[in-house]
């Protein structure tokens, strides 16, 4: 088998990027108690004190959130909590866990010489939770689904190089390329490449209300949207005596001191990413554990380019000297993070502008000349969206306000439930948008979604021809060094001229209750260990 032709040309960057994973110390360094090799000295990925003996099985996670997601189709999703939730659901073809590609629907692989045939060898006991055996044809009609225009699928730029998918048996899938891509296996290990029961998307015409489209370690069994959904083990899982939990219990609560208190009163396991201010006192709760502080979160000011003034290159950098990154970090955030002061990645990940300075202190004599240069000498109004419920991402709003308001841009805050923010983004019926985007293991999944013309999260529309053709460019070039090396070129091109201002790299912790074990997180992101926990009885 010559299972590693692709991934040793991304191998090297993945485990680099993970071993300097760290999202920025937190501001009141503590002294690390977990076993992270070498991240931040408050950074934890996992525990150390496992009980001796093998994990006991039953019992049910109760799990809470912040927010629910909109769209629950793994194609169509673009919500964290749709990954969180989905990364339970669905199965791809493979799956990446700390920069190592693994089996998963795929029991092994082959990559032809020329790097243009990729050919998968499916397990045999892998089922659908509709009782169906995964095949060839499944794999075949996700990955077109994915590719379909009338799909919307936010990354299928990612996928336009697999020409055809070819099926000579059920547990036989080839893909062809166009050309070599060193993103490939990569993008095919995310949940957003999820190979779905495409019987089950034609009866519930699509996959966001479906309960048994997947063949994850956890099916769907009830949903209440906004308020809970209720996963079961998948008794037809592929992976021995796995999942160890008879469930899963997700709520939903923008409450930032709620979901603290929950935790600490017992009503949840498994606090999800609690808000910056309460991470400190969680952490000194002797009754509950933490892990984390390493970064998933890319925060970023949003401006739609297809309306003016912001079609103005002028007028963007103007806002972008404006910024005082640290300030937003700091306010927003609790200062758990990283000031990111060039492009979409931090300084320390694949692919980054290393000095990361292109900004670096807010230059207001240098904003004022742009926008004066632009026409705009005394500034103009604008609406910044952000969606209420966030409140860190409010706290980030109400900071720009007042630094743009220093050359004179005057920012009305337009608070909006996240559906509507969803639909006014994809309309391009905004100024400005208060956003974040997770991390992903390959840049070209982010950028070619979020950046090329027709890319799903392109909001506002943006184009640049250099920035294209740099990043097709480096999906194909397989040498890691000058794979890197066009990145930082893209990356500069995207901080000067580009349609959004990266504003910081957050930190994020997870809190459970003692007896809540196998955590081994990955921060990435993923979260597919979670078919790994189990409770201490």
């Not at 300097?20 to 108690?33: K, L, Q, R």
């Not at 397990?123 to 799909?151: C, L, M, Q």
């Not at 957003?192 to 998307?201: E, L, N, P, R």
């Amino acid at each position: 088998m010559k299972k590693r032709f692709v991934t040793s040309a991304l191998a090297a960057g993945l485990v680099a990027a993970l071993a300097a994973c760290s999202g920025g110390e937190p501001p009141n360094s503590e002294t690390d108690n977990g076993g992270n090799d070498g991240a931040a000295a408050n950074s934890k990925l996992e525990d150390e004190t496992q009980p001796a003996g093998n994990p006991k099985s039953g019992g049910r996670l109760r799990i809470m959130i912040r927010l629910d997601a909109n769209e629950l189709d793994p194609h169509k999703m673009s919500e964290t909590s749709a990954f969180v939730i989905n990364e339970q659901i669905y199965e791809s073809l493979v799956e990446s866990y700390r920069g190592e590609i693994k089996p998963a629907i795929a029991e092994s692989w082959e990559q032809s010489a020329d790097g243009l045939t990729l050919t998968f060898k499916l397990r045999d006991n892998a089922f659908f939770h509709s009782g169906k055996k995964v095949t060839s044809a499944d794999v075949k009609y996700s990955i077109e689904r994915i590719k379909n225009p009338a799909t919307r699928a936010p990354r299928a730029r990612s996928y336009e190089g697999i020409t055809a998918v070819e099926t000579p048996d059920p547990r036989t899938a080839i893909l062809k390329l166009s050309k070599p891509n060193a993103a490939i296996l990569t993008l095919l290990s995310t949940a957003a490449s999820s190979i779905v029961d495409g019987d089950v998307v034609q009866r519930n015409n699509g996959l966001n209300t479906a309960v048994d489209g997947g063949s994850g370690p956890f099916k769907m069994v009830s949903r209440v949207a906004g308020q809970t959904i209720k996963l079961d083990k998948h008794t037809q899982y592929y992976v021995p005596n796995v999942p160890y939990l008879d469930g899963l219990d997700f709520t939903f609560n923008p409450d930032d001191n709620a979901r603290a208190a929950a935790v600490r009163s017992g009503t949840v396991d498994f606090l999800w990413r609690p808000a910056p201010e309460f991470i400190d006192a969680l952490k000194r709760d002797e009754k509950l554990k933490w892990y984390g502080g390493s970064g998933s979160l890319s925060l970023h000011l949003r401006l739609n380019t297809s309306k003016a003034p912001y079609n103005d290159v002028k007028v963007r950098q103007a806002i972008y000297y404006a910024l005082d990154r640290q300030e937003i970090l700091n306010v927003a955030n609790s200062g758990y993070g990283t000031a990111l002061n060039a492009g979409y990645l931090p300084p320390d990940r694949y692919g980054a502008i290393k000095a990361n300075d292109v900004y670096g202190k807010p230059d207001l004599d240098k904003a004022k000349q742009l926008l004066t240069e632009a026409g705009f000498p005394n500034g103009f109004e604008a609406k910044l969206m952000v969606i209420a419920t966030s409140a860190f991402q409010v706290r980030s709003a109400e900071v720009e306000q007042q630094q743009l308001a220093k050359i004179g841009i005057k920012v009305t805050i337009e608070s909006v439930e996240s559906t509507i923010a969803d639909t006014k983004t994809k309309a391009a019926d905004f100024d400005m948008y208060q956003s974040g985007f997770g991390l992903t293991y390959d840049p070209d999944e982010r950028f070619s979604a979020s950046f090329l013309k027709g890319g799903g999260l392109n909001y506002g529309n943006w184009t640049d021809p250099e920035y294209e053709e740099l990043i097709v460019q480096a999906r194909s070039e397989l040498d890691r060094n000058k794979r890197a090396e066009i990145y930082q070129k893209a990356e500069r091109i995207l901080a000067e001229r580009g349609p959004v201002a990266m504003t910081f790299l957050n930190a994020d912790f997870d809190v459970v209750q003692k007896n809540v074990m196998g955590y081994k997180g990955d921060p990435t992101p993923t979260y597919r260990f979670y078919r790994n926990l189990w409770l201490d009885k």
